[in-house]
């Protein structure tokens, strides 16, 4: 299903949370130290994620009875909680955990919370959330220069 053109740029910031997902499960792969991948998941929530939550909150808030709404705010609460466990751990139970819950996450809104919004709201309510999105959400690069997801060259 194409995506209405006033949820692309949320859609555009999801991309860069299943790469996050990715990184770190590769990371984990590879055996990188706790540290290096804590600092990455804290730099993807200050520079992307929560920023990312914020807009989603402020745009969707006239919906915030309607149940999947609820659902998302549930899984952002979520997604906090595990970034300060892993602030406070060394477990790398944590990170992958982080990794399947964001990722999850954005599968819900992707396949339910945005297509229920696109069969439910009208062209104008979508049209004013693309306005509001349009001042909340930057595009942009991940530039994490400590790039631990890779394999090292022989």
């Excluded at 309607?66 to 602030?87: C, G, P, R, T």
Aim: aromatic content about 12%; glycine content about 4%.
């Amino acid at each position: 299903m194409k995506r209405n053109e006033n949820l692309i740029p949320l859609s555009r910031e999801h991309h860069f949370g299943l790469l996050c997902s990715w990184k770190i499960r590769e990371g984990v792969k590879l055996g990188i130290d706790y540290n290096r991948i804590k600092a990455y998941v804290n730099y993807f929530w200050e520079e992307r994620l929560r920023h990312h939550f914020t807009a989603e909150d402020t745009v969707f808030e006239p919906l915030e009875h309607d149940d999947q709404f609820i659902a998302m705010e549930k899984e952002h609460v979520e997604i906090k909680h595990l970034i300060e466990a892993i602030n406070d751990s060394e477990n790398t139970d944590l990170l992958l955990a982080f990794a399947d819950a964001l990722q999850n996450h954005i599968r819900f809104e992707e396949r339910e919370f945005f297509p229920a919004i696109e069969q439910n709201l009208s062209e104008t309510e979508l049209k004013k959330i693309g306005d509001q999105l349009a001042n909340l959400v930057s595009e942009g690069e991940d530039k994490y220069p400590d790039e631990f997801w890779k394999r090292p060259k022989k």
